[in-house]
């Protein structure tokens, strides 16, 4: 297998509780999965991002790891996990397993022995500080809370950059770090295709210093992780890293460093909250601004490093409901759009599970429908301090992470196919209109342009992998740009708005060969485009 396969490829984002129940419990598991591959592989998918399946207390739905080799029993049993990776190589498609190193859950064998004694040999893989009276050891903050948890038994706090059941890894001792290695060792002696990182940026923290993201032992630790373990397996490695800058995502990607394949970077996603706030805090999106951050990562990336191309994850609102729009009108059409911007990016394509069929945000009235812990905190935070019940509900509705943890939409039955039982949380009520069923009944539905796309990418891998530039339409709303490799040309033009746009190109594109277009009429020449009108072109020759 080519070494960088995983840059020719497309990856499915599986969260395991909400894809689909096998045995009627309500809850996603592994053999559900199993049963789901033929979907994903008609779709083009090359490999899956499995959210964590492993012993886990659920506090932060598995990114709270008890036992880092047990699978949870929710989902099944380790012979399961075998038959999943088996199944899926069957099919050609691999399994990437999410990597939760940065803390585990405290119910994880080392911090209940870290818990016992100052002198137990567990108690330093994690982080612990005294403070002489009953302040803090410091003003760091786990979201609004202090991130440190005293101890009584032992007079002493230990770190916890999330909440207080997830406390943090001490990666400065070396039987940790060891311990680690061995983890990651057995899970690729299983054949598995990579690992996603999660909150890697933090793993090089100097909390006596306020550092949390990017501290100064990162880069280090990122390169002795990939010799001890990854770095010795053809497999895939993306990082989550909400601090990277286009000069720090070179230090992870660039192939010369030995360090990871690619990070998640979250600049786009950041855009439509308040500077300086958090992400609760909204603010319009302005389409320019998301056009000139893409742009600087495709050119900043290039020779240098490798882009995660990404709209959606398990921790993001649906992005039909965020930038797109989704009344019936126009949700396919804003979700074909939004997607072909993309999909001519330079970089490795995300989807996230309901993406491809355009599932979309779900809407609560009241914090009991809430499971999420961070909606949940935020929630009763910002009333004691004054929020509005209204204003906080907003916040959750157009940012809470439940919007992408509803159960995947299959087809029309009762629970959308998802489970017999009563799913852990509720389905969706539009799944009659939007299900996997209808929409591959459906010749021009939004799947079939994922699936398109997919494979537009694969056949024109030079072109979108080679020069990139923004071009100017003179009209904010329309977003183009063209890529290039040597006379081969492809141009890709989009209405990011709901109004018709004027634009102009400098460009004719009179002898351009049609690759994709939202629309079901040709393309127009005359320099306008219809709501959310999206289309790319292929130009071969001189005739620019
Ligand atoms: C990452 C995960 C998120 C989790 C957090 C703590 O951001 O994507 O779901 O809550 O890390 O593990
Ligand atoms: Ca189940």
Redesign the pocket.
């Known amino acids: 297998m080519n070494k960088n396969w995983w840059k020719n490829a497309a990856i499915y984002q599986i969260y395991p509780r909400s894809f689909q129940?096998?045995?009627g419990?309500g809850?996603?598991?592994l053999n559900?999965i199993i049963q789901r591959l033929d979907h994903l592989k008609y779709l083009g998918v090359d490999a899956i991002w499995l959210s964590p399946v492993y012993e886990s207390p659920n506090i932060d739905n598995g990114y709270d790891i008890s036992d880092y080799q047990k699978i949870n029993p929710?989902y099944g049993t380790m012979e399961d996990m075998d038959r999943l990776i088996e199944e899926a190589d069957k099919r050609s498609i691999k399994i990437i397993m999410d990597l939760v190193i940065n803390h585990t859950s405290s119910q994880h064998f080392w911090f209940q022995e870290a818990l016992k004694s100052k002198d137990n040999p567990y108690h330093d893989y994690y982080i612990w500080r005294t403070s002489a009276d009953s302040n803090l050891p410091n003003s760091l903050m786990a979201d609004s809370a202090s991130a440190w948890e005293y101890v009584p038994s032992l007079d002493e706090y230990y770190l916890h950059l999330h909440s207080k059941e997830q406390p943090d890894l001490n990666w400065k001792n070396p039987e940790m770090k060891k311990a680690i290695w061995k983890m990651i060792i057995y899970w690729l002696e299983k054949g598995i295709g990579g690992f996603r990182l999660d909150v890697i940026d933090l793993i090089g923290k100097e909390p006596d210093k306020l550092i949390t993201k990017n501290g100064p032992e990162l880069h280090p630790l990122i390169h002795e992780l990939n010799q001890e373990t990854f770095g010795n397996y053809n497999v895939v490695t993306v990082g989550e890293t909400w601090g990277a800058t286009p000069e720090i995502a070179k230090l992870y990607s660039n192939p010369e460093r030995k360090e990871l394949s690619m990070v998640f970077q979250f600049e786009h996603i950041n855009l439509d909250k308040q500077a300086g706030k958090r992400k609760w805090d909204l603010k319009a999106l302005d389409p320019q601004k998301l056009h000139q951050v893409f742009s600087k990562w495709q050119r900043q990336l290039k020779n240098e490093g490798w882009n995660a191309l990404f709209w959606n994850n398990h921790d993001l609102p649906r992005i039909i409901s965020r930038w797109g729009d989704d009344s019936r009108q126009y949700r396919e059409l804003s979700g074909k759009m939004l997607a072909i911007y993309l999909y001519f990016m330079s970089g490795t394509p995300y989807i996230y599970q309901g993406e491809e069929i355009g599932m979309t945000n779900y809407e609560i009235s009241d914090i009991s429908e809430v499971n999420d812990i961070e909606s949940r905190q935020m929630y009763y935070d910002r009333l004691d301090k004054g929020y509005s019940k209204e204003e906080i509900l907003q916040s959750i509705n157009t940012k809470g992470r439940d919007n992408a943890r509803h159960p995947m939409q299959w087809d029309l039955s009762t629970n959308a196919g998802f489970t017999t039982a009563t799913p852990w949380l509720v389905v969706h009520p539009n799944y009659k209109d939007i299900n996997v069923e209808t929409a591959l009944a459906k010749q021009n539905s939004l799947f079939f342009t994922y699936k398109e796309l997919i494979e537009l990418r694969k056949n024109n891998y030079d072109i979108i992998n080679g020069e990139y530039e923004i071009l100017n339409t003179g009209n904010p709303d329309v977003l183009a740009y063209i890529r290039y490799k040597e006379n081969e040309k492809i141009i890709v033009v989009v209405n990011f708005s709901k109004q018709l746009q004027q634009y102009s190109l400098q460009i004719n594109l009179n002898h351009s060969k049609c690759l994709i277009h939202n629309y079901n009429t040709k393309i127009n020449n005359s320099n306008e485009l219809q709501a959310y009108e999206a289309f790319a072109v292929k130009v071969s020759g001189n005739n620019l």
Request: charged fraction near 45%; charge should be negative.
């Open positions: 129940d096998s045995n419990d809850i996603g598991d559900g929710e």
